[in-house]
């Protein structure tokens, strides 16, 4: 269980095209402080004129990676939370396009969890998909998506098995 106080005062950007998301996420992380976007445009300007400790995005209606690549060039970590595409092509792209952590809305009540898992890697230095890994185990994403859903793409997932081994060491 992470320590969730870790995350008083930081400021975190919370994109979502559904008030109720932004909602649910005001009341679970009510210890940051809090900057919510409802569109891509206002994302844009909040991460291109403030800093943040962390973002959360979503994915579908918003551009969530498009805000993940200015994420990236602010060196600002970012979780990816998604319902429509909550897919194994999109945790795919997600973990290439330099997401620190991808989770579905389902699991939104964890969401502090995550955040503190990705500031305490980031912290540290180690890969933050080593957390998530533990946490949303492939048992988990074999019961939504069936037994061969890494098989598509089974090159891209040895590698990144490999990476994460790699990085313990």
């Not at 979780?79 to 396009?97: C, G, Q, R």
Request: glycine share 4%.
């Amino acid at each position: 269980m992470s320590d969730v106080s870790l995350l008083k005062g930081k400021k975190i950007l919370v994109v979502d095209d559904e008030p109720d998301i932004l909602a649910v996420l005001e009341d679970l992380l009510d210890m940051c402080e809090l900057v919510k976007a409802s569109s891509f445009e206002a994302a844009k300007k909040h991460l291109e004129s403030e800093n943040f400790d962390i973002a959360v995005l979503d994915i579908m209606g918003v551009d969530g990676y498009g805000l993940l690549e200015i994420a990236n060039r602010k060196n600002i970590p970012a979780l990816m939370l998604t319902a429509h595409a909550f897919t194994p092509d999109n945790l795919v792209k997600s973990i290439k396009e330099g997401a620190a952590s991808y989770i579905p809305k389902e699991e939104i009540t964890e969401i502090a969890e995550y955040l503190v898992d990705i500031l305490t890697a980031k912290k540290e230095g180690r890969n933050p998909w080593e957390t998530w890994q533990e946490k949303l185990p492939a048992s988990y994403f074999e019961r939504r998506w069936g037994a061969a859903w890494k098989d598509n793409d089974k090159d891209f997932w040895d590698r990144f098995k490999s990476s994460l081994k790699s990085r313990k060491k």
